[in-house]
């Protein structure tokens, strides 16, 4: 060991055991050199990580190290282990005994000589958007609307969104970025909320995107604290500094980057949640042959097999993305995750089959392909789908905008309501509840549905909800409020009920108003009051399930032909389940059910479908877009003739 080191270090168990701990007083601990990047973001983190280990009593000296990421030129883009292997190398020549990383960066290959020995509590790990004129979200930037950003995986999904957007390649550190963006170079930024927040610089942030929209990097928003795997003094020492939740999470991420066989610069993301021992694992990949790649820097590092990088240019529209989300318990992660990146896997398969040319006769994703001909005809053959059919089963007063965005995209809606909707009446509790809405510290809304009642109750009872604190799950809900003229002070990460319930910034006593319906998920409220809240629940309105008006039409659906189903919430599986008799039921379990996110998703599975599709965002647009994207690789192929004039 270095001379560098204490020996008063009290005796350790071998590395890896349990019990590991330090002792001692603040400077009567070892000496570590602390390995980092010199860029501002990396001395933030790793001034974070020195303050920590002093406070376990060992006294820290920072060793700033160049990377192959620093010595690339401000033009370029960067490769797999830019930012990671020169720290790598010195902690193991023994330059240095601690490296720092964005856990994002690190390579899920790993020497065996080297450990990360802790993940410390992790930071916000969602993107944000930063753009030039404050307000500005992804949905509302002007069409056309520049985004700076070299990540293959924001470009993706932000065309996936977005596909009028131009991404660009746009280099450098954060403030370097920032200073382009101030300089007109482009109308916007993708950036990690976490480094903003660790700059001290959260106030430049327009929006916080939604991890069902634009999914983290895996690691995104944590740390790894790396050592050598043999050092008795280091390793134990950082290891009390590991949060045991954000190590779940992350390696059940790096567990699915590595399942699918993508590097830190691949198209996809990941987002692991521990709560109550359970494991949630959200993921999204990108179809990469709809990601542009451009030629990669001359360096050694940017020379790894299977990295992808952004090309400056013009987009060449739309992105298609596949999804996928399982929870279980946290010790599963791996699990969880190489399941996952099968399925993602199989649905980017179907993409690439689909894209395939076509040649009159043969036989094109299962589907037989008719053969024209003509004589003496030049022949341009051109593939025409079929229209797809696709029930839609949302009760008929809120359809109107999922049917006009499925027929703008080619697919001909069947409605057969499976589920009605009552209003509650008029002088009923939420009408007694609404003059006091601003007394309560949120006043939570989970659907559309729900925020229409609350601002018609409002109405009548000339209630005045602009100086409340609305808490929306999802845009769509929070649009029916803002339309009314008031503000939405509180989004969760991701558009379910459960995800606010952990993130409503409450403290113990906070009063919190929950406008529900009568079928609503019970937990919300359940957890809410374990944080400490007290919640007054007021059922807004009542979903009937199954009505009887619906049988007929159901069944006649099916006896026509469908080629998916649409489901706006679990009531609507259940309820179109209970209007089939036994042949029909067999035929829907077994096709595509196209869910606009994971509480319907997660009913669908358990109902026995067994192809669930959720939705980017819990919004028609985006639901309409999931069912285009999927049947397009799927419908059936025809090929015409024209004749050529000579």
């Not at 309560?440 to 009642?453: E, I």
């Not at 319930?501 to 957890?527: M, T």
């Not at 629940?537 to 469908?562: C, K, M, Q």
Request: aromatic residues 2%; proline residues 8%; hydrophobic residues 45%.
């Amino acid at each position: 060991m270095s001379g560098l080191r204490s020996d008063a270090t009290p005796a350790v168990a071998a590395p890896g055991a349990a019990e590991l701990s330090v002792t001692g007083g603040v400077g009567a601990g070892p000496h570590l050199r602390l390995g980092t990047r010199g860029s501002a973001l990396a001395l933030a983190q790793s001034g974070m990580i020195a303050d920590a280990l002093r406070g376990l009593g060992a006294t820290v000296e920072l060793i700033t190290i160049r990377t192959a990421g620093d010595d690339r030129a401000p033009s370029s883009v960067w490769g797999e282990g830019a930012f990671v292997t020169a720290l790598e190398a010195a902690l193991l020549d023994g330059r240095i005994d601690v490296a720092v990383h964005s856990a994002k960066d690190v390579p899920t290959a790993q020497d065996p000589g080297l450990c990360i020995a802790a993940f410390p509590p992790r930071e916000d790990p969602r993107d944000a958007l930063v753009a030039s004129s404050p307000g500005l979200t992804l949905d509302t930037l002007p069409r056309g609307a520049r985004i700076g950003t070299d990540s293959p995986r924001r470009v993706a999904f932000l065309l996936a969104r977005r596909p009028d957007l131009r991404p660009h390649p746009l280099h450098g550190n954060v403030d370097t970025r920032l200073r382009r963006l101030a300089d007109g170079e482009t109308d916007a930024l993708i950036l990690a909320v976490a480094g903003l927040t660790r700059l001290g610089l959260a106030s430049r942030i327009t929006q916080a995107l939604p991890a069902d929209v634009l999914p983290p990097a895996p690691g995104q928003g944590a740390l790894a604290v790396q050592c050598r795997a043999n050092d008795v003094i280091a390793r134990p020492l950082v290891g009390q500094l590991n949060d045991a939740a954000t190590r779940t999470a992350v390696e059940a991420e790096r567990a699915f980057l590595a399942a699918s066989g993508g590097g830190c610069r691949s198209p996809l993301g990941a987002l692991g949640t521990v709560r109550d021992g359970t494991l949630e694992l959200l993921v999204g990949a990108a179809d990469p042959a709809d990601v542009r790649v451009g030629d990669a820097p001359e360096t050694a590092a940017a020379e790894t097999p299977a990295t992808t990088f952004t090309a400056p240019g013009p987009s060449f529209g739309p992105v298609r993305v596949a999804w996928g989300r399982r929870s279980g318990p946290a010790g599963d992660g791996p699990a969880l995750a190489e399941a996952l990146a099968g399925e993602i896997a199989a649905t980017i398969d179907r993409h690439a089959l689909a894209a395939r040319p076509t040649v009159a006769g043969q036989s094109v994703a299962g589907q037989s392909v008719a053969r024209s001909s003509g004589a003496r005809e030049s022949v341009n053959q051109r593939a025409i789908a079929r229209r797809p059919r696709i029930l839609v089963t949302r009760d008929a007063e809120r359809a109107g905008p999922l049917l006009e965005a499925l027929l703008a995209r080619g697919v001909d809606p069947v409605g057969v309501p499976t589920i009605t909707v009552e209003p509650g009446r008029p002088g009923g509790p939420l009408d007694d509840a609404v003059p006091a809405a601003a007394s309560y510290t949120w006043v939570a809304v989970t659907s559309p549905t729900g925020a229409t009642a609350l601002v018609e109750a409002a109405a009548r009872s000339g209630a005045d909800l602009g100086t409340a604190r609305i808490a929306s799950v999802g845009l769509a809900t929070s649009a029916v409020v803002e339309r009314a003229g008031v503000h939405t002070s509180f989004l969760p990460a991701v558009a379910t009920a459960m995800a606010l319930a952990e993130e409503l910034p409450i403290d113990s006593g906070d009063r919190v108003l929950l406008v529900r319906g009568n079928l609503a998920d019970e937990r919300l409220g359940s957890r809410l009051r374990s944080r400490g809240a007290t919640v007054d629940e007021v059922v807004a309105y009542r979903t009937i399930e199954a009505p009887l008006e619906s049988v007929r039409p159901a069944r006649a659906a099916f006896r026509d032909g469908l080629d998916g189903l649409v489901f706006t919430s679990g009531s609507t599986v259940r309820g179109l389940l209970a209007l089939l008799d036994a042949p029909d039921r067999r035929a829907a379990l077994e096709m595509p059910a196209f869910c606009i996110g994971p509480s319907t998703a997660s009913v669908a599975r358990d109902a026995g479908f067994v192809a669930v599709h959720e939705a980017s965002a819990p919004e028609p647009e985006a639901l309409a877009e999931l069912v285009r994207a999927h049947l397009a690789a799927a419908s059936p192929v025809v090929i015409t003739a024209t004749r050529e004039t000579a």
